[in-house]
């Protein structure tokens, strides 16, 4: 089992950043990807970012240039750096993990882009 908890959502103005982390834990040994997603209001969920436990990175080309996904395996952590955001950034971020070929996923943390 994996336990996933996210945190450092909130409000920023357009063009500004925030840092989202998500800490797993659980008898885990290796996560073979961890990842993020987003949802926002009326629309599906969708992939930002993903890594994994190679350090293989994937992003959606929407966020690509702006944000950032990285991880620390030793503390079971991985991060979120998100720059230069926009209104449409908006969304609940959850964070993703696959182990042993099951989806495991965070309750979310909501980021608001806004003047």
């Known amino acids: 089992q994996v336990q996933l908890m996210e945190s450092g959502g909130g409000l920023v103005q357009p063009g500004g950043s925030l840092r989202l982390s998500c800490a797993a834990s659980g008898t885990i040994f290796s996560i073979n990807v961890m990842g993020w997603y987003r949802q926002a209001p009326g629309k599906q969920r969708e992939l930002v970012a993903t890594i994994t436990s190679g350090g293989g990175l994937n992003y959606a080309d929407s966020v690509k240039g702006r944000f950032t996904i990285s991880a620390d395996n030793a503390k079971k952590m991985v991060y979120l750096q998100m720059n230069s955001l926009k209104p449409e950034d908006t969304a609940v971020y959850y964070c993703?993990?696959?182990?042993?070929?099951?989806?495991?996923w965070g309750k979310g943390t909501l980021v608001t882009v806004s003047s």
């Open positions: 993703n993990a696959i182990y042993f070929a099951m989806d495991y």
